[in-house]
C-alpha cells in the first residue's frame, strides 16, 4: 500500500473532478503503469465521502463499462449491487475500520462483468493528498485472489462459513444435515429458522458495527444453547438457521426461550426480540425433503406470527403453506380486481328495536373473483390491512354507497343512512377528511347519510390525532360510530374519552353460548352506560327472536343479523324496499 500511495502522489490526475495536475516524468508514470496493471490490480481513489474520483485501465477487465464515476461505493444501496449479499457486512464494515486505522483490508465477492462473483481481496489506505490543502482522501486496490494457491484455504473457509459470525453457511450446513440424517435415520428433527425483529432500525440508530456485533453475539448464542451436534448457520442478513435431534417438543421449546431470552439481554443493552418459525422432521418423508424446502417451511411458519402477538414461534402445517400461498395470490391479483369492479358493495340492514322500521345499513364488501366465486373479507381485509391496500378499498366503497345514496336522492326517496367502514390505516395515514369532503361534493350527498364505522382497537393508538380527525369530522356532520365494542381489550370506562355517536356491541357476545349469561350482564351495563353517556347502541350478530327480546328488555336502540337479514348486493335492492320493508 505505501508503494500505491508512492504512485497516487506522483499520478497525473487531470480530471472532470477539478482539473487538477500533479506533473511527473512521462517515464516514471509509465513505469507505474506498467507494473500495477501488468498485476492485474485494480487501483482506484476515493474522495473523503468514498465517492469514486480515479479508476485504471483493469477496471474495464472486470466491470466493464458500468459507470464508476463520482459513485459512492460505502453506500449500502450501491454496494449491494455488486457485493456478494452474504459478503455485504464485512465488506461494508471495511470503510469504518480504514476511518480508525488508517488501512485495512478484507476478502470479499463481487460481482463481475460476465455475472458470476468472484474473490477479491479489497484494500484501503487514507492518505492526505497536497493538491487539496492536505484534505484526506483514500486509495485503494482490488486483487483477484480466485486463483492464488496461497489463498485457497481462505477462500474455502469463505466458501463453508459466514465471514462476520463463523457459522456454516447454507450450503456447508446442507452437507452437514445430510450426513447426520443419514447416519441417525430413525431420529427426530427439527429445523428452526430465526430472526431479530427491526433489526434494521439498529444499523440505523447505532451503526453497522453495532449490528455487527449483536450479530456476531447471537451466533455465540446459539452455539451455546443448542445440542452438540445441532448445525447452526446464518442464512443472511439477520437470519439464523438451527438443525437440531429432538425427543419431544419441550426440547425445542426449551431452545427458543433460552435463544429469545439472550438475545432480549444482550451486552449492548439494546431492546430486541426475535421469531422464529420451526419444522419438524418425523417421517422418512420429512427427512428426505431438500434442505432448503425445510428450511422454507419453517420461515413460512415465521411468517404467521402477527405483530404484536404474545407468542413468538410457530410451528409449520399445511394450512400456512396454503394460507401464504393465498395471500401472495391476492396480492397479485388487488389491483385488477379494483379496476375491474370485482369488488361488490353489500348493504346489511340496521332495524329500530323498538318498533321494527328500518334504521340504516352497513356497506359491506365481498369480492366475487372471475374464477374463484366469492372470496370473504376474511380472507382478504388482514391482506390489505398490512400492504397499505386498504385505503383504495375503503375509497372505493365509499364512492359506491355515495352514488347510491346520489340515486335515491334523484329518485325522490329519502335515504336511511349507509355506514362505511374506515380502517385504521386510513384514519392515521391516509388524508381520510380531505377524501371524505370531496367525495360528498363531488355527489351532493348531506354528511348525515354517510355514516363512518371505526373499530374499537383503532382507539389503542395515538388518541390525539384520532380524537382530532373525528372531532373535525363531527364539526363537517359526520356521524362516527365505535364497531366491534367488547371484541378486544376495551373498557366501558374508555366510553366517557371517545368522540363517538353510536357504540355497536360486538356479535361474539350473543356467540358466546358457554358464557351466555355473564355475556348478557355485560351487555346489559354496556347498553346502559352507553345511553347514559348520550350514544346510540347498536347490537350486531341477532340471529333469534330470543336475541330481539333480549335487546328490548334493556333498552338497545337498534339490531343487526340474520334475523333481519342477510347482506345483499348493493345494486339488488329497490329504493322503495329499503324505505318501506325492514325485512326486504
Not at 460505502?74 to 471495511?94: M, N, Q, R
Not at 445441532?230 to 417438543?249: E, H, L, P, Q
Amino acid at each position: 500500500m505505501n508503494v500505491l500511495v508512492g504512485y497516487f502522489m506522483r499520478k497525473k490526475s487531470e480530471s472532470t473532478f477539478g482539473g487538477m495536475c500533479v506533473t511527473t516524468t512521462g517515464i516514471l508514470e509509465s513505469i507505474y503503469d506498467t507494473i500495477i496493471v501488468q498485476a492485474d490490480i485494480f487501483t482506484f481513489e476515493l474522495d473523503s465521502e468514498n465517492h469514486m474520483v480515479f479508476a485504471n485501465s483493469v477496471y474495464e477487465k472486470y466491470f466493464g463499462n458500468q459507470k464508476w464515476e463520482n459513485v459512492n461505493i460505502s453506500d449500502y444501496g450501491v454496494a449491494s449491487k455488486f457485493i456478494h449479499p452474504e459478503d455485504l457486512a464485512v465488506y461494508l464494515s471495511l470503510f469504518g475500520e480504514t476511518e480508525k486505522q488508517g488501512m485495512n483490508s478484507v476478502i470479499c465477492r463481487i460481482l463481475c462483468e460476465d455475472k458470476i462473483y468472484r474473490w477479491f481481496r479489497v484494500s484501503i489506505c487514507n492518505y492526505a493528498d497536497e493538491r487539496l490543502g492536505n484534505l484526506t482522501r483514500k486509495i485503494g486496490m482490488i486483487q483477484d485472489v480466485n486463483n492464488e494457491l496461497s489463498a485457497f484455504k481462505q477462500i474455502k473457509d469463505y466458501e463453508e462459513y459466514d465471514s462476520l459470525t463463523g457459522l456454516y453457511n447454507d450450503e456447508k450446513a446442507d452437507k452437514e444435515i445430510k450426513t447426520i440424517i443419514r447416519s441417525n435415520p430413525d431420529s427426530k428433527y427439527c429445523i428452526i429458522v430465526l430472526d431479530i425483529n427491526k433489526f434494521k432500525v439498529v444499523n440505523e440508530v447505532y451503526d453497522t458495527k453495532t449490528g455487527n456485533s449483536i450479530l456476531k453475539y447471537t451466533a455465540s448464542v446459539l452455539k451455546k444453547v443448542t445440542p452438540k451436534m445441532a448445525v447452526c448457520s446464518r442464512m443472511y442478513a439477520d437470519t439464523f438457521s438451527i438443525f437440531m435431534k429432538y425427543k419431544k417438543k419441550e426440547d425445542i421449546i426449551k431452545v427458543i426461550d433460552k435463544i429469545y431470552d439472550r438475545v432480549h439481554n444482550n451486552p449492548k443493552e439494546i431492546s430486541l426480540t426475535t421469531s422464529f418459525g420451526v419444522f419438524v422432521a418425523e417421517s422418512s418423508e420429512d427427512k428426505a425433503l431438500p434442505i432448503g424446502l425445510m428450511r422454507e417451511r419453517a420461515l413460512i411458519a415465521k411468517r404467521t406470527i402477527k405483530k404484536g402477538a404474545l407468542t413468538y414461534y410457530a410451528f409449520f402445517s399445511d394450512k400456512f403453506r396454503n394460507d401464504i400461498i393465498m395471500e401472495q395470490e391476492i396480492e397479485s391479483e388487488m389491483h385488477r380486481a379494483l379496476a375491474e369492479g370485482q369488488f361488490v358493495v353489500y348493504l346489511q340492514p340496521k332495524v329500530n328495536l323498538s318498533d321494527g322500521e328500518l334504521k340504516g345499513a352497513e356497506a359491506l364488501v365481498r369480492w366475487q373473483h372471475p374464477e374463484k366465486g366469492l372470496i370473504t373479507p376474511d380472507s382478504f381485509i388482514p391482506v390489505f390491512e398490512s400492504n397499505g391496500f386498504i385505503i383504495k378499498l375503503d375509497e372505493y366503497v365509499c364512492c359506491e354507497v355515495c352514488k347510491l345514496l346520489r340515486k335515491w336522492l334523484d329518485a325522490g326517496v329519502e335515504p336511511v343512512p349507509v355506514s362505511v367502514n374506515l380502517s385504521r390505516l386510513h384514519i392515521y395515514s391516509g388524508d381520510v377528511i380531505g377524501y371524505l369532503i370531496g367525495i360528498i361534493k363531488k355527489y351532493k350527498i348531506p354528511p348525515q347519510y354517510l355514516r363512518l364505522e371505526v373499530t374499537e382497537t383503532i382507539f389503542l393508538g395515538d388518541t390525539d390525532k384520532l380524537n382530532n380527525v373525528l372531532t373535525e369530522l363531527h364539526s363537517l356532520g359526520f356521524k362516527v360510530e365505535m364497531d366491534d365494542f367488547g371484541s378486544g381489550y376495551s373498557s366501558l370506562n374508555m366510553l366517557k374519552n371517545v368522540p363517538v355517536d353510536t357504540v355497536k356491541i360486538d356479535k361474539e357476545f350473543f356467540a358466546d353460548e358457554a358464557n351466555k349469561d355473564k355475556s348478557k350482564i355485560v351487555m346489559t351495563h354496556t347498553i346502559s352506560m352507553a345511553k347514559d353517556l348520550q350514544m346510540e347502541v347498536i347490537a350486531e350478530g341477532i340471529e333469534t327472536e330470543e336475541h330481539v327480546e333480549f335487546l328490548k328488555n334493556s333498552k338497545c336502540d337498534v339490531g343487526q343479523g340474520f334475523f333481519f337479514s342477510r347482506p345483499m348486493p348493493l345494486m339488488s335492492l329497490k329504493a322503495n324496499l329499503l324505505k318501506y320493508n325492514c325485512y326486504f
